[in-house]
C-alpha cells in the first residue's frame, strides 16, 4: 500500500508541467529516502506510516495542480508536518525527510 502510494507521487512529479527538472530530481530523490524511511517505520508504526505517505500524497498533488490553491496547499502540508510529529528521537530522519519535502513542495507555489 505505501509503496503504491509513493509511486503515485513519483508518477505526479514525474509528469508535472509546472516543475523544473532539477526541482524534479530533487523531490525524486528526497522520495526515495522516504521511502526507506516509511518502510522501516511501517515495521512497528503501520498506521502512522500510511498517514504520512497519505498526506504526502496530498501535498503532492496540491502543489502540482495546474491552477493551485494556496490555501489547500498549505492545509495539506501542516498534514504532512504534523504526521511526523512524535517521531523527532525515534525517527530523526524521516521528521528531516518529511520537513525538507514539505518545504520544496510550499516553494513550488510561489
Do not use: W, Y
Request: proline content about 2%; charged content about 25%; overall charge negative.
Amino acid at each position: 500500500m505505501i509503496e503504491k502510494t509513493i509511486g503515485e507521487i513519483e508518477a505526479k512529479i514525474r509528469g508535472a508541467n509546472a516543475i523544473g527538472d532539477e526541482r524534479k530530481g530533487e523531490l525524486l530523490q528526497l522520495l526515495g529516502t522516504l521511502k526507506t524511511e516509511i518502510g522501516a517505520l511501517e515495521k512497528t508504526h503501520g498506521e502512522q506510516a500510511q498517514s504520512i505517505a497519505g498526506f504526502a500524497n496530498v501535498s503532492a498533488h496540491e502543489a502540482t495542480r495546474e491552477e493551485q490553491n494556496p490555501e489547500l496547499l498549505e492545509h495539506s502540508l501542516a498534514g504532512l508536518r504534523s504526521s511526523v510529529e512524535g517521531f523527532e528521537k525515534t525517527h530523526p530522519r524521516l521528521v528531516q525527510i518529511v520537513n525538507a519535502i514539505s518545504n520544496t513542495l510550499a516553494n513550488l507555489g510561489i
